[in-house]
């Protein structure tokens, strides 16, 4: 019997960087409950493979891999692997990221580097090989970039992951433009303050939790799973006139 359900990913491979945990994992879980068959990719190969095999209780092919996508080359070796593997990649999400807090004063050209190597420079040449399997083997993809409420307002000490963020936001739009003609969408989802491993200290420290729930609606923090709905959204038929766009899912930070 045919699947008629328009958020199904029956038969699909997906792939997600910095899946083994965090908002990453709680995308790739999404997936998997579509039907999705699921590869958790992280620079933590052993905290990939134990999350994907948690993913296999959902009746679908998994594994974790690794890849570090600040460097080009072992990136495009993973993504050739993962194809020759499943035979085929329909997602990716690039999620992969880094973003630790110093004043813009002393941000070092080190610093400034491995941000924006992981955040943007990562993003887009995951992109781009997942976009030449998908165009080689006639896929009519979906790539899905994270990006971040920091795209759009100003938070302190985090100049890099700003200007990170705000550029994949950009190149979501451009990949975009470019790719419709080999049916491939591309867009991106930026989170607000999600509660995950990354940002636990920090809102440890009540003055900093209390700044940020000042700017939220909703009046909390996110939970990470509060993000698989849109991600699985964005990788089914039922976004299948939807490209270059970003969804903010921040609990209306962005809003007023």
């Keep these: 019997m045919a699947d008629n359900n328009l958020f199904s990913l029956s038969g699909k491979i997906a792939l997600v960087t910095g899946g083994s945990k965090g908002i990453g994992y709680a995308i790739g879980k999404g997936f998997a409950m579509a039907g999705a068959d699921v590869i958790l ?42 194809v020759k593997c499943f035979g085929r990649l329909d997602i990716l999400v690039n999620n992969a990221g880094i973003s630790p807090r110093k004043p ?51 938070q302190n000490q985090l100049a890099p992951y700003g200007a990170s963020k705000g550029g994949i936001n950009q190149l979501t739009r451009v990949l975009a433009v470019e790719w419709a003609k080999h049916n491939i969408l591309v867009n991106a989802i930026a989170p607000g303050s999600i509660r995950t491993d990354i940002n636990r200290d920090y809102l440890s420290v009540p003055d900093n939790l209390n700044r940020n729930l000042s700017k939220i609606c909703l009046g909390r923090i ?28 921040d609990g209306g930070w962005t809003i007023e």
């Design 104 to 154: 813009a004063l002393e941000i070092t050209e080190e610093w400034w580097d491995a941000i924006l190597d992981t955040n943007l420079k990562g993003t887009f040449f995951c992109a781009q090989a997942a976009a030449r399997h998908m165009i080689k083997l006639g896929v009519h993809g979906r790539i899905i970039n994270i990006s971040s409420v920091g795209s759009m307002v100003a």
């Design 222 to 249: 996110g939970n990470q799973d509060e993000l698989a709905g849109a991600a699985v959204f964005l990788a089914s038929e039922a976004s299948s006139y939807m490209t270059g766009q970003t969804i903010f899912i």
């Design 41 to 82: 990719a992280s620079r933590h190969i052993a905290q990939a493979q134990e999350a994907a095999e948690s993913l296999k209780t959902f009746n679908v092919q998994t594994a974790g891999i690794f890849m570090d996508v600040s460097q080009v080359s072992q990136t495009h070796e993973a993504l050739d692997e993962v």
